[in-house]
């Protein structure tokens, strides 16, 4: 996997992971270094890092969109 590659979450667990900021639901993104989860909200919109399949959801570590 190079770090462009959409995060492997398997579907179950993609289906009940939510923002810890606002509570919106993720979407899968190739992130600059690691894939990324992408809060829907656009108020929020933090991006949370994937690292070897285990989503990093903390909010002090989510990239804020430029």
Do not use: F, K, N, Q
Not at 17 to 37: I, Q, V
């Amino acid at each position: 996997m190079t770090p462009t590659d959409p995060a492997p979450i398997p579907g179950w667990l993609r289906e009940i992971l939510r923002c810890p900021a606002c509570g919106s639901t993720l979407r899968d993104e190739a992130g600059p270094e690691h894939p990324e989860l992408v809060c829907t909200a656009t108020d929020c919109a933090r991006a949370y890092r994937v690292e070897d399949g285990i989503p990093v959801l903390l909010v002090d570590e989510a990239r804020r969109p430029a």
